[in-house]
Protein backbone atom coordinates (compact mmCIF):
# COMPACT_ATOMS: atom_id res chain seq x y z
CA UNK A 1 0.00 0.00 0.00
CA UNK A 2 1.84 3.34 -1.29
CA UNK A 3 0.47 6.81 -1.69
CA UNK A 4 3.07 8.72 -4.06
CA UNK A 5 3.40 12.55 -3.90
CA UNK A 6 5.11 14.66 -6.25
CA UNK A 7 4.86 17.91 -7.81
CA UNK A 8 6.95 19.61 -5.59
CA UNK A 9 9.86 22.69 -6.67
CA UNK A 10 11.36 25.52 -6.57
CA UNK A 11 9.30 28.55 -7.24
CA UNK A 12 9.07 32.05 -6.36
CA UNK A 13 6.54 34.00 -4.61
CA UNK A 14 3.20 34.61 -6.35
CA UNK A 15 3.62 31.46 -7.95
CA UNK A 16 1.79 28.25 -8.24
CA UNK A 17 2.54 24.48 -7.90
CA UNK A 18 0.33 21.37 -8.74
CA UNK A 19 1.21 18.71 -6.57
CA UNK A 20 -0.64 15.24 -7.08
CA UNK A 21 -0.85 12.17 -5.04
CA UNK A 22 -1.20 8.43 -6.31
CA UNK A 23 -2.40 6.00 -4.35
CA UNK A 24 -1.98 1.89 -5.37
CA UNK A 25 -2.35 -1.55 -3.63
CA UNK A 26 -5.64 -0.29 -2.36
CA UNK A 27 -8.28 1.82 -3.63
CA UNK A 28 -9.12 4.81 -1.99
CA UNK A 29 -11.76 6.18 -3.09
CA UNK A 30 -14.17 5.93 -0.22
CA UNK A 31 -10.88 7.20 2.25
CA UNK A 32 -11.06 10.80 3.57
CA UNK A 33 -7.88 12.30 2.13
CA UNK A 34 -5.82 14.91 3.10
CA UNK A 35 -2.54 17.42 2.59
CA UNK A 36 -0.82 18.18 4.99
CA UNK A 37 3.04 19.81 5.49
CA UNK A 38 6.06 19.99 7.73
CA UNK A 39 8.89 22.65 7.47
CA UNK A 40 12.21 22.67 9.47
CA UNK A 41 12.02 22.80 13.48
CA UNK A 42 8.21 22.48 13.05
CA UNK A 43 4.86 20.31 13.85
CA UNK A 44 3.05 18.49 10.90
CA UNK A 45 0.40 21.06 10.15
CA UNK A 46 -2.90 20.38 8.42
CA UNK A 47 -3.59 21.85 5.28
CA UNK A 48 -6.86 20.44 3.59
CA UNK A 49 -8.89 17.20 3.10
CA UNK A 50 -11.63 16.21 0.93
CA UNK A 51 -14.93 13.68 1.35
CA UNK A 52 -14.53 10.53 -0.40
CA UNK A 53 -17.07 11.98 -2.78
CA UNK A 54 -15.03 14.65 -3.39
CA UNK A 55 -18.28 17.61 -2.07
CA UNK A 56 -17.08 18.47 1.34
CA UNK A 57 -13.49 20.05 2.18
CA UNK A 58 -11.95 21.43 5.06
CA UNK A 59 -9.59 24.48 4.43
CA UNK A 60 -6.98 25.26 7.45
CA UNK A 61 -7.17 29.64 7.76
CA UNK A 62 -3.71 29.51 6.42
CA UNK A 63 -4.32 28.12 2.94
CA UNK A 64 -7.88 29.30 2.45
CA UNK A 65 -8.56 31.03 -0.65
CA UNK A 66 -4.76 29.86 -2.35
CA UNK A 67 -4.81 26.16 -2.46
CA UNK A 68 -7.21 24.18 -3.34
CA UNK A 69 -7.88 20.01 -3.61
CA UNK A 70 -9.74 17.93 -5.83
CA UNK A 71 -9.51 14.19 -6.25
CA UNK A 72 -10.24 11.43 -9.29
CA UNK A 73 -11.37 8.19 -7.61
CA UNK A 74 -11.35 6.40 -11.04
CA UNK A 75 -7.52 7.50 -10.98
CA UNK A 76 -7.25 6.48 -7.21
CA UNK A 77 -5.34 10.28 -6.89
CA UNK A 78 -5.90 13.50 -4.90
CA UNK A 79 -4.46 16.83 -5.96
CA UNK A 80 -3.61 19.90 -4.23
CA UNK A 81 -3.88 23.49 -6.56
CA UNK A 82 -1.29 26.01 -4.73
CA UNK A 83 -1.50 29.49 -6.07
CA UNK A 84 -0.33 32.47 -4.46
CA UNK A 85 2.65 30.98 -2.79
CA UNK A 86 4.62 32.64 -0.10
CA UNK A 87 8.04 31.87 1.31
CA UNK A 88 6.19 30.27 4.64
CA UNK A 89 4.87 27.98 2.54
CA UNK A 90 8.11 26.20 2.21
CA UNK A 91 7.99 22.57 3.61
CA UNK A 92 7.65 19.22 2.69
CA UNK A 93 4.39 18.46 1.51
CA UNK A 94 2.81 15.17 2.25
CA UNK A 95 -1.03 13.43 0.84
CA UNK A 96 -2.70 11.38 3.57
CA UNK A 97 -5.36 8.66 3.77
CA UNK A 98 -7.88 8.04 6.50
CA UNK A 99 -10.28 5.27 6.27
CA UNK A 100 -12.63 6.40 8.72
CA UNK A 101 -14.75 9.21 7.66
CA UNK A 102 -14.85 11.44 9.99
CA UNK A 103 -13.09 14.78 9.55
CA UNK A 104 -9.51 15.21 11.85
CA UNK A 105 -6.59 17.63 11.30
CA UNK A 106 -4.98 15.53 13.65
CA UNK A 107 -1.88 14.33 11.34
CA UNK A 108 -1.80 10.76 13.99
CA UNK A 109 -4.97 9.56 13.15
CA UNK A 110 -4.23 9.03 9.51
CA UNK A 111 -4.02 5.60 8.61
CA UNK A 112 -1.50 5.67 4.80
CA UNK A 113 1.02 8.56 4.44
CA UNK A 114 3.19 9.85 1.24
CA UNK A 115 6.76 10.09 1.62
CA UNK A 116 6.18 13.81 0.95
CA UNK A 117 7.75 16.21 -2.04
CA UNK A 118 9.44 19.56 -1.15
CA UNK A 119 8.33 22.78 -1.86
CA UNK A 120 10.29 26.13 -1.53
CA UNK A 121 9.03 29.46 -2.49
CA UNK A 122 11.55 31.87 -3.06
CA UNK A 123 11.02 35.80 -2.49
Known amino acids: VQLQACGGGLVQAGGSLRLSCAASGRTFNKDTMSWFRQAPGKERE ?3 GI ?3 G ?3 N ?3 SVKGRFTISRDNAKNAVYLQMNSLKPEDTAVYYCA ?3 LP ?3 TMWSQYDYWGQGTQVTVSS
Open 51 to 53: SWS
Open 46 to 48: FLV
Open 55 to 57: INT
Open 97 to 99: ART
Open 102 to 104: IWT
Open 59 to 61: YAD
